[in-house]
């Protein structure tokens, strides 16, 4: 799993030559002069210097660090990533260096974004959640070119457009947003769901 926060997530006590190396070691999945081998190959990988490794996490920036906790999710060549927020502390290029690990590892990739770019690049099939509950869920094409929820027509509308003969003219939404603060004694409702299109579906209840 990658976590939003790398900072939070990096021991400030441990190198991140070690970090990376922890779950490694842990498996045994190689000794400790592999284990180092490994690591220079997955900080280059993820576009970092293997002289890095003797660092410690406050010595690297915000989007090195998260380059960091990726590198140690790929230690153990894992079938599928959870990865909440992942690419949001790096730069346009690193995204994109990143986001072709998937097809080099071949690994799958449950993403948690708010970055509509990145999700409609990474994602086959993009499950659109408002206040803990998903009110939108198809193909990347249904959602993105066909969305049909509220919600997730003012995700899109709010997706900056770089070619001008392409903007639209936008509504500005002044309705109040719902809490997402549930009492202890609150019990979800059973929710419906229409179906919009071959494995697209959206809540209607």
């Known amino acids: 799993m990658i976590v ?3 900072f939070e997530s990096l021991n400030p006590r441990i190198r991140i030559g070690n970090a990376v190396a922890e779950p490694i070691v842990t ?4 000794d400790a002069a592999e284990a180092k081998k490994r690591v220079a190959e997955l900080l280059e990988r993820v576009g970092l210097s293997a002289s890095m490794a003797d660092r410690f996490p406050h010595e690297f920036s915000g989007g090195q660090r998260q380059r960091v906790c990726i590198a140690r999710a790929l230690a153990l060549e894992p079938k599928l990533i959870i990865a909440d927020q992942s690419v949001s502390a790096l730069d346009v290029s690193v995204k994109a260096q990143v986001i072709d690990l998937q097809e080099e590892y071949g690994l799958g990739y449950l993403f948690i974004s708010h970055d509509m770019a990145v999700v409609e690049r990474i ?10 509950e998903i009110v939108e869920i198809g193909s990347r094409q249904a959602v993105f070119e066909n969305p049909q929820h509220v919600y997730t ?22 309705d109040e947003i719902k809490s997402p603060f549930r009492p202890a004694d609150y019990v979800p409702p059973k ?12 809540q209607v209840a």
Request: charged share 25%; glycine share 8%.
């Open 4 to 6: 939003q926060d790398p």
């Open 27 to 30: 498996h045994g999945l190689a």
């Open 123 to 132: 994602s086959h099939r993009v499950a659109v959640m408002y206040l803990g």
């Open 153 to 174: 027509k003012r995700v899109m509308a709010a997706v900056p457009i770089a070619d001008p003969s392409r903007r639209q003219s936008r509504r500005i939404s002044n």
């Open 191 to 202: 929710r419906s769901y229409q179906r919009a299109g071959e494995g697209h579906f959206v």
